[in-house]
């Protein structure tokens, strides 16, 4: 019996951290919300995003997203108000930019450096 029970809790252990009450009546709505919040980071949980974060900042986000949604803002436009108010690290990909072009760029030179010093025999 335990065995079954350790085998759902695997399964169905992902559960969201929106709380009733920020859940849009519009399902059309409501899951651009959701899309929205897992390509924004929490800015207290740092590698997770606000859709599954329990943070205080990551709800007011939410609730920021839906607020917007319900104000007629594209997705786009609700992304970019929220990233000119926290900057780059909020979103889980940043802009290829010249200041931010190392961050796309050092990967794949270290993965080389790797590949080379360990294949060179």
């Not at 252990?13 to 059309?28: F, K, V």
Request: aromatic fraction near 14%; proline fraction near 3%; charged fraction near 30%.
């Amino acid at each position: 019996m335990k065995y079954i029970i350790i085998f759902m809790s695997l399964f169905f252990l992902q559960a969201n951290s929106i709380e009733p009450d920020e859940m849009l009546e519009d399902t059309r709505l409501e899951k651009i919300a959701r899309e929205i919040g897992k390509e924004l980071r929490c800015l207290v949980c740092q590698n997770e995003d606000i859709q599954n974060s329990n943070a205080d900042i990551a709800k007011d986000l939410r609730k920021i997203v839906r607020k917007k949604l319900l104000n007629g803002e594209s997705k786009k436009q609700i992304i970019d108000y929220i990233h000119s108010r926290y900057g780059d690290f909020v979103l889980f990909s940043p802009p290829i930019r010249i200041d931010t072009f190392g961050l796309w760029l050092l990967p794949i030179i270290f993965f080389f450096f790797l590949t080379f010093l360990i294949f060179r025999k």
